[in-house]
């Protein structure tokens, strides 16, 4: 069969083209994730065959599914490489050689880029308020102003051995009649009568035990040596904090301003000899003094008018008016103060409330969820769940005695209308009540607008 001229014209090309040369298969990169050992290994396994068809034994299948995973391998991460100074290798390979920068660990040296000052001159400013603070407290009480009672009020909350210990209440008290006393060099004081904080001078203690918190702390009140050793050398060589001596010995000790020292509970006087709770003036001081005394009345006061909030709260509360002061006692015991926001919810209409409640400041919105009718075709009504606003409760006001004394469901719903400080009971407390009491709750108190019914919900929203 003749070629036409296209076909011959293109063999004529190709005959001066040299034939290709042979290659061979691709050969396939390993994959850096894979370990191939393993892979033989798991595919060794006796019983466990590949293909159309092949079943393998059950043995071999889950020892292949149990080591399977070891064929990958995870991707070591490389971090990047953080070059260290040489001053500080230097000083990490001669530890006793030279110290860091002294900067390193100052924090004064950053507070500057807080407040825009320099330590320096934040310390003289402490200095000023410093020396501003004793001149209040040379002053007697009585002849304080307002705003200087106030600024003792502050200056003592920011004494860390005093605000661990006292509460709000007790700075208020205590800074109304505080004073300072004058200690010449060289005097002894015996702190067990007293708080002391020093706000000039320094002072060394005679004994391991100078303080004595009112909440123990391990690390800031060290117990007192038993007396079966005959001296403190003794002590300090059978206690097993012996090997910390050169910290804890006293005469290592030197207390600066704002350290403090003694007890806010009255201790009975040392032994004749015994250095406890004894210290010295290295030089003239100006301490701050809370007499053991004094604290312990306004802790007599505090309890007295907490008890006395107590039984005025249930008192004035309509259903408990004419209760007997005993039975008053009997609640007042398990009262503990709570405060809400405005708009959180007390209770859900359904759930039986987990305390009884006293409203001392604020009110509360009652709500009460109904089931009325609405038009949405002509002559075609739906039903739909409405929230209705029932009334408020307001303070000398309570809530919650039947639901949580029978446990039955809350008929409505109660949320705070404004802040609300409440003194509540919980519900484990007001059913370990004698028999006697609970009996009284049920006979004196109402459930919480339970008088009102559907109908009287439906008509109160039809008006509305």
């Given at each position: 069969m003749p070629l036409s001229s296209i076909s011959q014209s293109i063999l004529t090309l190709m005959e001066g083209i040299p034939p290709l040369p042979p290659q061979g298969v691709l050969k396939l990169k390993s994959s850096k994730l894979i370990d191939y050992e393993?892979?033989?290994?798991?595919?060794?396994?006796?019983?466990?065959?590949?293909?159309?068809?092949?079943?393998?034994?059950?043995?071999?299948?889950?020892?292949?599914?149990?080591?399977?995973?070891?064929?990958?391998?995870?991707?070591k991460r490389i971090l990047p490489y953080l070059p260290t100074s040489p001053a500080k290798m230097a000083s990490f390979a001669r530890p006793g050689a030279g110290p860091m920068d002294d900067?390193?660990?100052?924090?004064?040296?950053?507070?500057?880029?807080?407040?825009?000052?320099?330590?320096?001159?934040?310390?003289?400013?402490?200095?000023?308020?410093?020396?501003?603070?004793?001149?209040?407290?040379?002053?007697?009480?009585?002849?304080?102003?307002?705003?200087?009672?106030?600024?003792v009020y502050k200056m003592m909350k920011t004494m860390p051995d005093l605000s661990s210990q006292l509460t709000r209440g007790d700075f208020k008290a205590l800074s109304q009649n505080i004073t300072s006393e004058t200690w010449v060099k060289g005097t002894t004081?015996?702190?067990?009568?007293?708080?002391?904080?020093?706000?000039?001078?320094?002072?060394?203690?005679?004994?391991?035990?100078?303080?004595?918190?009112?909440?123990?702390?391990?690390?800031?009140?060290?117990?007192?040596p038993s007396s079966e050793y005959l001296s403190e050398e003794e002590f300090f060589q059978e206690n097993p904090l012996a090997e910390y001596h050169s910290f804890v010995y006293p005469h290592y000790i030197i207390l600066g301003p704002w350290n403090g020292f003694g007890t806010l509970i009255e201790l009975p006087e040392p032994k004749l000899g015994s250095n406890l709770y004894s210290l010295i003036m290295e030089e003239d001081c100006e301490l701050l003094k809370i007499n053991a005394k004094e604290y312990a009345k306004i802790k007599e006061e505090q309890v007295k008018m907490e008890k006395l909030t107590r039984e005025q709260l249930i008192h004035?509360?309509?259903?408990?008016?004419?209760?007997?002061?005993?039975?008053?006692?009997?609640?007042?015991?398990?009262?503990?103060?709570?405060r809400y926001p405005p708009g959180h919810v007390l209770v859900k209409d359904g759930e039986i409330i987990s305390f009884v409640a006293y409203i001392q400041s604020g009110f509360c919105k009652v709500y009460r969820e109904v089931i009325g009718l609405m038009k949405y075709q002509l002559r075609k009504m739906k039903k739909k769940r409405r929230r209705v606003f029932m009334g408020k409760?307001?303070?000398?006001?309570?809530?919650g005695e039947i639901s949580v004394l029978l446990q039955i469901p809350f008929t409505c719903t109660i949320i705070t209308g404004s802040e609300v400080e409440l003194g509540i009971i919980n519900a484990e407390d007001m059913l370990e009540l004698d028999w006697v009491t609970r009996k009284l709750v049920l006979q004196t108190a109402e459930q919480t607008f339970g008088y009102l019914t559907d109908n009287?919900?439906?008509?109160l929203q039809e008006e509305k």
């Open positions: 393993q892979l033989e290994k798991l595919c060794e396994i006796k019983g466990l065959k590949a293909g159309k068809g092949a079943q393998s034994t059950k043995e071999a299948h889950e020892n292949f599914m149990k080591h399977y995973k070891k064929i990958f391998q995870k991707e900067n390193f660990h100052n924090i004064g040296f950053y507070i500057r880029d807080i407040h825009c000052q320099t330590s320096a001159e934040l310390a003289l400013q402490f200095k000023d308020k410093l020396e501003e603070f004793i001149t209040v407290l040379k002053k007697l009480p009585i002849h304080r102003s307002h705003a200087e009672r106030r600024f004081v015996i702190a067990n009568e007293g708080f002391y904080i020093i706000l000039k001078g320094s002072v060394q203690p005679r004994s391991k035990v100078y303080k004595k918190m009112i909440e123990l702390v391990p690390a800031d009140f060290l117990s007192e004035k509360c309509p259903y408990y008016r004419n209760w007997p002061k005993l039975s008053v006692d009997e609640l007042t015991v398990h009262i503990k103060w709570r409760l307001q303070e000398k006001e309570s809530f009287t919900e439906l008509s």
